[in-house]
């Protein structure tokens, strides 16, 4: 069996054995027992950490000799200029098939009275009870909009670059390998020397990200088994059944259908074979529940098996890990417009515009780590409330994200595998603006 055959089949049979054993050890936990958090620890001992470890300098790295490689600032205007209308693009699109769903089927008006009232009060009290979200989420609103496209532009100006790699803030290193990636091209001969030397630390770092793909398996089964044990399959069918096919369906017709057909179109490529190649990938991103620290995976995977161009994969694919979020934003419109339904709110198409707008930003704010949509979905919510409060209307509390806290790894375990996989299609389309020199 080849490598990539054994390990892909590992990845499958650890997501697989950890999907049984976690509903085992599910179903046999007494009433109000919490699962033991060894499992999610060990995951994220095995591989989380590992993983996380590579994250910052491979994003460093992978820009400035994907920067150095496309060279003409032209050019590369061009690329960055696309990668962003695409991403931007397909997140809005995401947004908006979200929007939709949810306002078709309605998850929040169907339940019944008492349904939502019971659902209403665990939420509440599950908020009151999860400390770190109340914290984030409070700030969150503190900061609002205004505050949110701020930060956003402060972490693009950053003014120390270690304080960025430190506090791992990877939008604040890429614009930085970006600006040493162009002065290095404009260098000429002067800059050779400090080029390769990047290239070469580049492929050292790829040769870990291989080695630390053995580590997959056993990650993805310990993590596996820690979410499924805490949540359940049978949450798929309690009350919040609706919401979450709803979120399910949008992410399946998102990824499978929206990215393939403009794959297809834009990058002439057979959609479904390259989600194939992706495979490693996607499925860690499953496990993982973080397209960040799936990155230096989604890097290997798309240069060596997908078929990208080490050009467009090393600058476009770190940008996607760090704003590029389809899945998040899809899901942050249905979760919000879902709360509202369910706190009998009804909004206008005014009001579910803003959400189309705000789930957007939302997202691009949202970093690439378990549970981030949870927190930034919170500006969202603040947004439509200002709206609401000036037609007089009741708003919608801060504590309702309680309602959805409690399914959400599962739900985020699907949005990141949409995120990575928008991220690959953008590397894979942008491969046609910025093929590789021909090594012949
Ligand atoms: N877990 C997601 C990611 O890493 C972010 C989120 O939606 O919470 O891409």
Not at 64 to 73: A, E, K, M, W, Y
Request: glycine share 12%; net charge negative; hydrophobic share 50%.
């Amino acid at each position: 069996m080849k490598k990539d055959t054994l390990i892909t089949v590992l990845i499958l049979a650890g997501l697989v054995l950890g999907a049984i054993l976690g509903q085992i050890l599910h179903v046999n936990l007494a009433e109000g027992e919490a699962l033991n958090p060894i499992w999610m620890d060990l995951g994220d001992i095995v591989l989380i950490r590992p993983l996380k470890l590579m994250v910052i300098p491979l994003v460093f790295l992978s820009v400035v000799v994907g920067v150095t490689s496309i060279g003409d600032p032209s050019k590369l205007g061009l690329v960055g200029g696309s990668t962003l209308v695409y991403y931007l693009s397909t997140m809005l699109l995401a947004v908006v098939l979200g929007t939709a769903l949810v306002s078709t089927i309605t998850p929040g008006d169907t339940l019944t009275p008492e349904q939502q009232l019971e659902l209403r009060e665990s939420g509440e009290s599950e908020y009151q009870q999860q400390g770190k979200i109340q914290t984030a989420s409070s700030d969150a609103e503190e900061r609002g909009l205004g505050g949110a496209w701020f930060n956003i532009l402060e972490q693009v100006i950053p003014t120390n670059f270690f304080s960025e790699l430190v506090n791992g803030r990877t939008l604040g290193v890429i614009v930085f390998a970006l600006l040493l990636g162009l002065a290095l091209a404009a260098c000429g001969p002067t800059g050779e020397p400090a080029v390769r030397v990047f290239e070469s630390l580049f492929q050292g770092m790829m040769r870990l990200v291989l080695w630390i793909l053995w580590l997959t398996p056993a990650g993805v089964f310990f993590l596996v088994t820690g979410t499924v044990g805490r949540i359940g399959f049978e949450s798929l069918i309690g009350p919040l059944g609706g919401y979450m096919s709803t979120v399910l369906i949008g992410l399946g017709i998102h990824g499978l259908v929206v990215l393939p057909l403009i794959l297809w179109i834009l990058g002439r490529t057979n959609p479904y074979r390259f989600m194939f190649r992706m495979r490693k990938a996607l499925l860690t991103a499953f496990g993982t529940d973080s397209s960040s620290a799936t990155l230096p995976v989604t890097i290997e995977t798309a240069i060596d098996e997908g078929g990208c161009s080490k050009r467009s994969s090393n600058f476009v694919l770190p940008l996607g890990a760090t704003v590029n979020m389809d899945g998040t934003a899809l899901y942050e419109a249905v979760a919000v417009v879902f709360l509202f339904q369910l706190y009998g709110i009804e909004l206008e198409f005014a009001e579910l515009m803003i959400v189309v707008i705000t789930a957007t930003l939302a997202a691009v704010g949202a970093a690439g780590i378990p549970s981030a949509g949870l927190i930034t979905m919170v500006i969202v919510i603040g947004a439509v409330n200002t709206s609401l409060a000036g037609r007089g209307i009741e708003e919608l509390p801060l504590s309702a994200v309680g309602v959805i806290y409690g399914v959400d790894r599962l739900l985020d375990m699907c949005r990141t595998v949409v995120n990575v996989w928008g991220d690959a299609t953008g590397a894979k389309i942008i491969t046609r603006l910025a093929p590789d020199p021909d090594p012949g």
